[in-house]
T-cell receptor
Framework: ETGVTQSPTHLIKTRGQQVTLRCSSQ?????VSWYQQALGQGPQFIFQ???????GRGNFPPRFSGLQFPNYSSELNVNALELDDSALYLC????????????FGSGTQLSVL | EDQVTQSPEALRLQEGESSSLNCSYT??????LFWYRQDPGKGPEFLFT???AGEEKEKERLKATLTKKESFLHITAPKPEDSATYLC???????????FGTGTSLTVIP
């Protein structure tokens, strides 16, 4: 059983650029959630995808968008990057949208200069 | 507003010195309370789920308990390998998202 994998592990961008982060969910899982974790803070929910549809969204602006593919892998896209977008972006997969146990990847560390 | 508060922010213990971490929550309807462990540069790793007041779960040196307003993570005779950030999260009845606290950074000194 493969775990949740995220790529890239680290990324440096400049303000105003766009970024795409990728996540492969754990085998057998059809739901992916994305979280943003700023330094010294707990993860904050961005959105969840279930069977290729967005299934809940946190308090993030529309420039944060996502996709889920038929194989249940997912992308997080952020447009018009701001300095405050610098954070660890975590992907978590679960067996179903109502599942209570999340399996996290190691994250992508994004730095916006 | 749903809220999760953890204390203390940081805790330094001598090896073998037992202690407790606190997680207090204010939510409209609790579906479950979760404890995760996070090592530096890694994603959180699931430890426990608690559903109702009075429930307890144990795993090695860790024991989690739940009341109507808070949860405790008790660490008995900790070892240096228990050093990590411990995150508390709640899931409500109204949605699928998890609300995380800011975590307690635990350092166990040999």
């Amino acid at each position: 059983e493969t775990g949740v994998t995220q790529s890239p592990t680290h990324l440096i961008k400049t303000r105003g650029q766009q970024v795409t982060l990728r996540c492969s969910s754990q085998s057998g899982h059809n739901t992916v959630s994305w979280y943003q974790q700023a330094l010294g803070q707990g993860p904050q929910f961005i959105f969840q995808y279930y069977r290729e549809e967005e299934n809940g969204r946190g308090n993030f602006p529309p420039r944060f968008s996502g996709l889920q593919f038929p194989n249940y892998s997912s992308e997080l896209n952020v447009n018009a990057l701001e300095l405050d977008d610098s954070a660890l972006y975590l992907c978590a997969s679960s067996r179903d949208r109502g599942s209570e146990k999340l399996f996290f990847g190691s994250g992508t560390q994004l730095s916006v200069l | 507003e749903d809220q999760v508060t953890q204390s203390p922010e940081a805790l330094r213990l001598q090896e073998g010195e037992s202690s407790s971490l606190n997680c207090s929550y204010t939510v409209s309807g609790l579906r479950g309370l979760f404890w995760y462990r996070q090592d530096p540069g890694k994603g959180p790793e699931f430890l426990f789920t608690l559903y109702s007041a009075g429930e307890e779960k144990e795993k090695e040196r860790l024991k989690a308990t739940l009341t109507k307003k808070e949860s405790f993570l008790h660490i008995t005779a900790p070892k240096p390998e228990d050093s990590a950030t411990y995150l508390c999260a709640v899931q409500t009845n109204t949605g699928n998202q998890f609300y995380f606290g800011t975590g307690t950074s635990l350092t166990v000194i040999p």
